[in-house]
């Protein structure tokens, strides 16, 4: 039985791996459809976010399953218990990223943000991108390193969330009601997914060293 748990507890892992590894797709599709005006590719975003859901779906029915049959204690069950929390992030991940791709695809043939922010969302975006590459290999391999590259890197997106709120406020933004709309939407979605991986990257690093990191994200979201 302990080996079968065991199996159990590798097919988790995979299918963590596996749904991360269709959300860091989704996410480079959808900055690439965001700055390219590329309706094909957002649509391809927002058609397969349904598949990023199924198998968080089915990844939560094997946890669920694990904990009926197995009934882990300890760090086992807190293995499982973090699994369910992963597997949600990564859902709203997705999520994250198809809103993206709805944006441009709702705004073609027009970009979605003023001239004067592109550069900005560019970099946002590559961030995301690399910040959820480290993440699947945060998942693949355990290595801690790929968590505090995360977080570092969640720093730098919110200082680029900052930015576009610090210019669609200033007086000298010329920008419409709907271009204002637009950029503050996109940069929550942009600063929402990297949250989320920093997360995930705190669950895992408490589950190699049994440190809970004080959640820096939730005490900046309730201060602002």
Request: aromatic letters at 6%; hydrophobic letters at 45%.
């Amino acid at each position: 039985m302990r080996d079968v748990f065991q199996q159990e507890l590798h097919e988790v892992q995979e299918r963590l791996v596996e749904i991360a590894e269709l959300v860091a797709a989704s996410m480079k599709n959808a900055t690439t459809a965001f700055g390219d005006v590329n309706v094909e590719l957002a649509e391809q975003v927002i058609e397969e976010d349904a598949r990023i859901d199924e198998l968080a779906l089915s990844l939560d029915e094997l946890a669920i399953q694990i904990l009926a049959r197995q009934q882990p204690v300890a760090r086992d069950l807190r293995i499982v218990v973090s699994a369910l929390r992963m597997s949600a992030s990564l859902e709203r991940m997705g999520d994250m990223a198809e809103h993206i791709a709805q944006l441009a695809r709702y705004r073609f043939p027009e970009r979605v943000v003023a001239k004067g922010l592109r550069g900005t969302f560019r970099k946002m975006g590559e961030l995301d991108v690399e910040i959820v590459g480290k993440l699947v290999e945060l998942l693949r391999t355990q290595n801690l390193t790929f968590a505090e590259e995360i977080r570092d890197i969640d720093d730098k997106i919110d200082e680029l969330h900052v930015s576009v709120f610090d210019k669609v406020l200033s007086e000298k933004w010329s920008g419409s009601i709907g271009d204002t709309v637009d950029a503050t939407l996109a940069s929550r979605y942009h600063e929402r997914f990297a949250d989320h991986a920093v997360s995930i990257a705190r669950k895992v690093k408490y589950l190699s060293t049994g440190e809970w990191a004080p959640d820096i994200s939730a005490t900046k979201k309730s201060a602002e």
